[in-house]
């Protein structure tokens, strides 16, 4: 239980955290994302995320001093909100509420994670796997169990409640859904083994074929039962690194009862693919994620692997909005063919933030730039992935610096 010097602290850093809420930046930075993901040519935003939060503390900005759980987590909350608001702000949005997000039991698949792991240093959470083969054989696979969902209503009233008594009003307190993350080829490497996969798209492509529709049919059994219980949002906090705000969802006919997938984003990738080709990704994942993917309101596809070879793919699907372009990417290619068509989710390398050299960083920025423009091509820049910045926190400080003096001179 949170006693009262813990939650003394909490409420003096949430008091500092709604007053940053109310600056008008916030709802600038709210239209810029919505006119950007309405097709319009705008400044492009500039998101940071996934960050080596073991390496970041400066003056003990982050260093905790509550002691229970519960306290602890929502202090994290809040002194990661104000350190990024003051040494790596790009165009992040600090909300006006503290939500909490909706809960539900879920069965699972029948398969759990066997995996053995190496870690160079043992505060990162990025660590070196080693994946135990669970899928080798088609009765394995048919052992795979449908997951069953249960929302839990009664946990959120509690949750609510516990966290209004915390706050004491100083910011509303609100419940939040989740979003569709579609990512299969994230979780079969992980029962399978990566090399595995490979080897099996190869010399044995129907039993991929078999692992996939498995994996699909799970995936929509899921997110069926997550729309019939009232668990889908469309008010959440990002679409996996990158801003979410859009005028287009909810769809018109919403009558503000249970969201479903035509209110909500979709989010896909396959990130197993970058190392295979756009034939095999189309065979092997996108013919079984599409039929899902048109069902939802806005779709957005792509992670760390380079689409610039699917790119023509992604164009028919009638509600692809967004496409991921890496660093590995060709980003020419990728803007002249995605045009004022779609948003281009452009990823620095985050290794330029780890080794920081400002003519470098400068360099990558102002080509996705120059290139954007030239290609009349909406765009964002996501960096993530930032897995080290060799303990140098004015690393990435200097890296969100100088990308934003780039994009300075662009736009004014």
């Known amino acids: 239980m949170i006693d009262q010097e813990e939650q003394t602290i909490i409420r003096e850093l949430a008091k500092r955290v709604r007053d940053l809420a109310a600056q008008d ?9 919505k006119d950007m993901h309405s097709l319009k040519p705008v400044r492009p935003p500039v998101w940071i995320d996934e960050i080596p939060w073991h390496e970041m503390d400066i003056g003990d900005e982050l260093s905790l001093r509550c002691r229970s759980e519960e306290g602890r987590n929502m202090e994290l909350h809040f002194r990661r909100i104000l350190y990024r608001w003051k040494h790596i702000q790009a165009d992040m949005v600090v909300e006006d509420a503290f939500y909490v997000t909706k809960a539900y039991a879920d069965s699972g ?3 759990k994670v066997k995996e053995e792991t190496i870690a160079t240093d043992t505060t990162n959470p990025i660590v070196s796997h080693h994946y135990e083969d669970q899928l080798n054989t088609e009765a394995q696979v048919d052992a795979l169990t ?3 969902i249960k929302a839990l209503p009664e946990e959120d009233a509690r949750n609510l409640e516990r966290a209004a008594s915390i706050l004491g009003g100083i910011l509303p307190v609100k419940l939040r859904g989740h979003q569709i993350y579609y990512a299969p080829w994230d979780q079969i ?3 399978r083994g990566v090399e595995n996969c490979y080897v099996d798209m190869v010399e044995r492509p129907e039993f991929i074929h078999k692992i996939i529709a498995k994996f699909t049919e799970i995936y929509r059994a899921r997110y069926n039962q997550m729309e019939e219980q009232g668990l889908l949002d469309f008010n959440i906090p990002s679409i996996h690194c990158t801003p979410p705000y859009t005028d287009e969802l909810p769809a018109q006919d919403w009558d503000g009862g249970k969201v479903r997938f035509k209110d909500v984003w979709f989010r896909g990738m396959a990130q197993l693919f970058g190392s295979a080709s756009p034939d095999m990704r189309e065979e092997f994942d996108f013919q079984y994620m599409r039929p899902f993917m048109e069902k939802c309101g806005l779709a957005y596809y792509g992670c760390c692997e380079p689409l610039d070879q699917f790119i023509p793919v992604l164009k028919k699907v009638p509600n692809m909005r967004k496409i991921g372009v890496t660093p590995w990417a060709d980003v020419r290619s990728s803007a002249e063919q995605i045009g004022g068509s779609y948003v281009m989710a452009r990823k620095p390398n985050p290794a330029n933030a780890a080794r920081f ?3 470098t960083v400068a360099r990558e920025i102002e080509e ?3 290139t954007a423009i030239a290609n009349n091509c909406p765009y964002e820049f996501v960096l993530k992935d930032i897995s080290t910045v060799n303990g140098r926190p004015q690393n990435l400080i200097e890296w969100t610096s100088t990308a934003m003096e780039v994009i300075d001179r662009y736009y004014r």
Request: glycine share 4%; charged share 40%; proline share 8%.
């Open 25 to 33: 930046v916030n709802k600038e930075r709210i239209r810029r994302i």
């Open 368 to 370: 996705t730039v120059k």
């Open 189 to 191: 490497p992980r029962y």
């Open 146 to 148: 449908i997951p069953v």
């Open 109 to 111: 698949s029948g398969l």
């Open 357 to 359: 050299d400002k003519e």
